[in-house]
């Protein structure tokens, strides 16, 4: 075999298209043919729109048998899929009645039917039904779901009474479902989050959209309401009155969107909007695959991977993001 | 609703074992139970070992019964899974005799049926059988693996037959297989790449496994012999010899690996390790998910992501990691 067969040239300026079919040659000229065909390839490999085009007939014609079986297979996978998508939902429907019981249990609307030896008339008078806090505590238990709620927040999710998940219509994304019970908060009673996606097995996202929340008079999470002390000696006695971004877990519903044309950012802020929307999506399909078919193991920490429960910790204790600046104070609730 | 109740807290030290159920007390004393019950729950959620045997008797009945009901779930979902994989197994099945057809056509064992105006004597006597470098081409298209081939590396893998994926039997993992042709520089028929993972569905990995490769003498593409020229008026006139790991696609077989033990590297490593053992799985995965299934797709350009036709042009021209050092020059091949 000879050397020049062994490297592959990948030239840019091989010359004009090569003969169908080679006429008598000497033995040298063919394989200066071969590695011409070959050179070819590349470059036409490089200029995909021209590619099938450019080809020399004899293989053209094999390469148009490879796309007929492409044509098979592509069939056979769209009936996988539809096949595949049937059985998930089929057990979708098998999982219901479960996740209904747990939500009964969960939110005091059934006893547990093993609890008779409970003085129920003494339980009820503490207020003590169901499971408080089941879902902040389970959403807790995640190192990655930990991560982004604050302090402050757990005063509002503690009021979850439900976290659902569902496919969209067209198979192509899912929407999770956050059911808050009356609370001081927010009027909404259920917040969604939709993942619009492009590939759900390649995990292409189109994008993903949030409930507005209805946030009380002065009750928002995602803002804080910052007062400045008015200077001393001034002739204002009112303090001057900002609001400001704060960290939250509730911004998972006001998520990072792609601007119209995306042409008009950098590459700095495109690859912090791209990271910013895999943490997203991220947190969702944790939400999705983990914390709701698993959640009274989440709760109880049995889910807890063994390797994070040391670094859960240290999340625990600096996870509330107040970065006050020295000179503001934070509004306390009127309420 | 006061304001007590709307703030969790989550101090460290909330005191001995609650009482399983109140006594007579006062509506004061009550809501101070019911906060003292939250926090406590929040304190057993940090340490999950002891979470079950310290919860309020009334509260554990009814997580036991989330547990119950959850046992029945994960019942279902284990048939689910079963039934899932039987349904991918099921269409393995049917795509095994197009897989095999591509492959005749590729290696020229069969001609396209609908080659007949083509002049076969000239065809072959241009030495042209099959599509010459379909598998290089294939993968050259894919960004993400065009990144890991050198010009050197396309010497080798010009040589590729075929590439074929499977599961592992107990169906934790897959296997990848690169079929090779006799060639000039290595001596396996095929080189194989197994992944054993310990959840599939959540992307954990276990481990990677490649085959050791046999390089015929001086033809390892993963290492590159260097020779130095003796300093003038040494007496030793023989060149120092020095081999050098090199970039290629083929330490793709011999992928990064978890040390023994874990504890012994610092931060900094192991982040290094994760970021190359989640690009090697990257690799793998492409080739399992995309090459193979659609490798005339990605022969002809068809599937290339349109956004990333621009991008790949800059690919090619930096991608064969030559960085000599000035003073050693690059053994040629002796053949």
Same mark, same amino acid.
Request: aromatic share 8%; proline share 4%.
């Given at each position: 075999?000879?050397?020049?067969?062994?490297?592959?040239?990948?030239?840019?300026?091989?010359?004009?298209?090569?003969?169908?079919?080679?006429?008598?040659?000497?033995?040298?000229?063919?394989?200066?043919?071969?590695?011409?065909?070959?050179?070819?390839?590349?470059?036409?490999?490089?200029?995909?729109?021209?590619?099938?085009?450019?080809?020399?007939?004899?293989?053209? &014609?094999? +390469?148009?048998?490879? =796309?007929?079986?492409?044509?098979?297979?592509?069939? $056979? /996978?769209?009936? *996988?899929?539809?096949?595949?998508?049937?059985?998930?939902?089929?057990?979708?429907?098998?999982?219901?009645?479960?996740?209904?019981?747990?939500?009964?249990?969960?939110?005091?609307?059934?006893?547990?039917?093993?609890?008779?030896?409970?003085?129920?008339?003494?339980?009820?008078?503490?207020?003590?039904?169901?499971?408080?806090?089941?879902?902040?505590?389970?959403?807790?238990?995640?190192?990655?779901?930990?991560?982004?709620?604050?302090?402050?927040?757990?005063?509002?999710?503690?009021?979850? &009474?439900? +976290?659902?998940?569902? =496919?969209?219509?067209?198979?192509?994304?899912?929407? $999770? /479902?956050?059911? *808050?019970?009356?609370?001081?908060?927010?009027?909404?009673?259920?917040?969604?989050?939709?993942?619009?996606?492009?590939?759900?097995?390649?995990?292409?996202?189109?994008?993903?959209?949030?409930?507005?929340?209805?946030?009380?008079?002065?009750?928002?999470?995602?803002?804080?309401?910052?007062?400045?002390?008015?200077?001393?000696?001034?002739?204002?006695?009112?303090?001057?009155?900002?609001?400001?971004?704060?960290?939250?877990?509730?911004?998972?519903?006001?998520?990072?969107?792609?601007?119209?044309?995306?042409?008009?950012?950098?590459?700095?802020?495109?690859?912090?909007?791209?990271?910013?929307?895999?943490?997203?999506?991220?947190?969702?399909?944790?939400?999705?695959?983990?914390?709701?078919?698993?959640?009274?193991?989440?709760?109880?920490?049995?889910?807890?991977?063994?390797?994070?429960?040391?670094?859960?910790?240290?999340?625990?204790?600096?996870?509330?993001?107040?970065?006050?600046?020295?000179?503001?104070?934070?509004?306390?609730?009127?309420?």
């Amino acid at each position: 075999m000879s050397d020049q067969k062994d490297q592959v040239n990948t030239a840019d300026n091989v010359g004009s298209d090569l003969p169908a079919a080679a006429a008598v040659l000497s033995a040298e000229d063919r394989a200066d043919l071969v590695n011409a065909i070959k050179n070819k390839l590349h470059d036409l490999a490089r200029d995909h729109s021209g590619f099938l085009e450019k080809l020399p007939p004899n293989i053209r &014609k094999r +390469v148009d048998v490879l =796309r007929e079986i492409q044509g098979q297979y592509d069939e $056979l /996978e769209g009936q *996988f899929l539809e096949e595949r998508a049937a059985l998930e939902a089929k057990f979708h429907k098998l999982y219901e009645p479960l996740y209904n019981k747990r939500y009964e249990i969960v939110n005091g609307m059934v006893e547990a039917e093993n609890e008779g030896t409970v003085d129920k008339e003494t339980n009820e008078s503490a207020g003590d039904k169901g499971i408080p806090h089941f879902w902040l505590l389970a959403m807790k238990n995640n190192e990655a779901i930990a991560k982004e709620i604050t302090e402050r927040d757990e005063g509002a999710l503690q009021y979850l &009474k439900d +976290v659902k998940w569902s =496919r969209l219509e067209d198979a192509k994304g899912f929407k $999770l /479902e956050f059911f *808050f019970d009356t609370n001081p908060y927010l009027s909404n009673s259920v917040l969604t989050k939709t993942y619009h996606m492009i590939s759900e097995d390649e995990h292409i996202l189109e994008n993903a959209i949030g409930t507005e929340i209805e946030w009380f008079p002065g009750k928002s999470l995602t803002q804080k309401i910052l007062k400045k002390k008015p200077k001393k000696g001034s002739n204002d006695t009112k303090p001057i009155i900002k609001t400001e971004e704060c960290e939250s877990f509730f911004h998972f519903f006001d998520p990072p969107q792609l601007p119209e044309d995306a042409e008009e950012i950098d590459e700095e802020t495109a690859e912090l909007l791209q990271s910013q929307m895999e943490q997203d999506y991220e947190i969702g399909s944790t939400i999705r695959e983990k914390i709701i078919p698993h959640a009274v193991s989440w709760f109880t920490g049995e889910a807890v991977p063994i390797d994070d429960e040391e670094e859960e910790q240290e999340v625990e204790e600096d996870d509330d993001g107040d970065d006050e600046e020295e000179e503001y104070y934070v509004e306390e609730n009127d309420e």
